[in-house]
Nanobody, 121 residues
């Protein structure tokens, strides 16, 4: 069973940067496609970025493309989300998920507990 733990969230001013990490347990990390989702207050969970088992394929939602970068270090069982030029509308709980590199949450079978990102204007 895969367990995911996010870290790196916090409060940042608009235009600033944060790097989220998602560390997984188990020996299957290198064979898992993974993704980041986010959920703002009063809104549904939405896709942000995904990465294939290796880092040869990545995909981004239009709203984060050019500002966020997803990456992974299979030797450390860790996935990252580098977020630059943050905007107040990026404020949300960010979740990492495993099992797919697609945009639909229902295709992912393991989720972390989430980490809060707050961007002040």
């Amino acid at each position: 069973q895969v367990q995911l733990v996010e870290s790196g969230g916090g409060l940042v001013q608009a235009g600033g940067s944060l790097r989220l990490s998602c560390t997984t347990s188990g020996r299957t990390f290198g064979r898992l496609p993974m993704g980041w989702f986010r959920q703002a207050p009063g809104k549904e969970r939405e896709f942000a970025a995904a990465i294939a088992e290796s880092d040869t394929f990545t995909y981004y939602a239009d709203v984060v493309k050019g500002r966020f970068t997803i990456s992974r270090d299979n030797a450390k069982n860790t996935m990252y989300l580098q977020m630059n030029n943050l905007k107040p509308e990026d404020t949300a709980i960010y979740y990492c998920a495993a099992g797919s590199a697609g945009v639909k949450a229902e295709f992912y079978y393991a989720w972390g507990q989430g980490t809060q990102v707050t961007v002040s204007s």
